[in-house]
């Protein structure tokens, strides 16, 4: 495995992380720290941070918890906040060993709360729910912890876990426990880095919330290149085309209805289109349309991917194939597959759907085409990612 671009200092520092942390997302923060330092790391509603100041922010909170809101005591961490005290109080769990649990604030009243632990630590502004029994510690206070020196905290053993619950069409919630993301992970993010070709120079938009799937694999990569992550979740089109223009971004990744929307707000208001080098569109079905206008207006540089909350990215559509294939979700990512279930090898067939990722093979509940190591969605996802 290596990174276009990559040399040797960065591959050292990587196995060296992963040598004291495992393969997990401890291990490409304490990288991201070591090795590109003072760059511009992390932007979340103003707050900004270098990688070096997110580590500490991280090692500082989790010193903090051991002691404190843990009391020593291993427990599951449910983080159900917005804004920085996220991202912060992910990387503390994670480096403490600990199960996360990433929300969205609105999921402790759906039907997601029936997977969330009723003991666990809980990081959430609002209430204490009435169903929950452990502590519950305020975001802004994971804030305030933040400046603690926790420089002298011990390793552990305990490899974190990331557990990521969704919800099927039937409204059965399951719960994927993502453990170690392992070599084949770590090829499947670069095979991701390679398609979609962040440098570390790059300033990366995500209009998805760093709490979902495609927000928590932005976050890798960026912490894995050492571009810049600025997080524009819950954002109206208006204002991330201002983000676009006032942070220098160079690539966006939306949902197809997040991009038709800025698309119709650069309509609307008759402005040049900030200039981009990368789209990257997932979470809904795209359809030919939308390529055709997104191109016209910034040239061939949109991909498109498909994934599941189990598996992760697993499949990448170039913009060359994309332009031949409007409807494709593309190509295989490395360390994974995917193929048409009750259907034998690797020939074309149309059915429902079978992808493999992140050491998770999961029938997914979309139908699609296989046709030529190319794979295109036949009918509408379960469970688009509404999130805007």
């Known amino acids: 495995m290596a990174l276009r671009g990559m040399g040797p200092t960065h591959l050292r520092s990587i196995f060296t992380s992963v040598r004291e942390h495992g393969f997990t997302i401890t291990a490409l923060a304490r990288h991201a720290a070591r090795v590109h330092g003072e760059r511009p790391g992390l932007v979340v ?27 020593r005591r291993p427990r599951p961490l449910v983080i159900a906040c917005d804004g920085p005290a996220m991202p912060i109080a992910l990387l503390a769990g994670s480096r403490l060993g600990l199960d996360v649990m990433p929300l969205s604030p ?13 003991d666990a630590l809980l990081v959430h502004d609002g209430e204490r729910p009435a169903w929950h029994r452990g502590p519950v510690l305020p975001a802004a206070r994971v804030l305030a912890w933040a400046g603690t020196d926790g420089s002298g905290l011990g390793s552990t053993r305990r490899r974190a876990r990331i557990v990521l619950p ?71 089109a208006r204002d991330r085309l201002a983000i676009i223009r006032d942070r220098f971004v160079s690539v966006v990744s939306a949902s197809p209805s997040q991009l038709a929307a800025m698309l119709d707000e650069l309509e609307r208001s008759g402005e040049e289109a900030p200039r981009l080098r ?35 990215t697993v499949a990448v559509a170039t ?15 490395p360390g994974c597959d995917f193929g048409i279930v009750g259907h034998r090898g690797r020939g074309d067939a149309t059915g429902l759907l079978w992808v493999r990722g992140a050491h998770a093979t999961v029938i997914t509940e979309d139908r699609g085409r296989v046709a030529e190591g190319r794979l295109t969605l036949t009918g509408a996802l379960a469970r688009p990612d509404a999130s805007e």
């Open 45 to 71: 509603d103003g707050w900004s941070a270098t990688y070096c100041q997110l580590w500490r922010a991280a090692e500082g909170v989790a010193a903090v918890l051991y002691l404190d809101g843990l009391g």
């Open 278 to 312: 990368r789209i990257l569109v997932s979470g809904q079905d795209i359809d030919a349309e939308l390529v055709r206008r997104a191109q016209e207006t910034w040239g061939p540089i949109v991909l498109s991917a498909y994934g599941t909350v189990q598996t992760g």
């Open 106 to 118: 609105r999921a402790l009243g759906d039907e997601l709360v029936r997977a969330v632990p009723k």
């Open 166 to 236: 969704s919800v099927t069409a039937s409204g059965t919630v399951a719960t994927h426990v993502q453990g170690a993301m392992g070599l084949q992970g770590l090829r499947q993010l670069a095979g991701l880095h390679d398609r979609l070709g962040v440098a570390g120079t790059d300033v990366v938009l995500a209009c998805a919330p760093l709490h979902r799937g495609t927000g928590l694999q932005l976050l890798g990569m960026a912490l894995l290149t050492g571009a810049t992550l600025v997080s524009a979740a819950h954002t109206s």
């Open 319 to 333: 913009p060359e194939v994309l332009a031949a294939h409007p409807g494709t979700v593309g190509h295989r990512l």
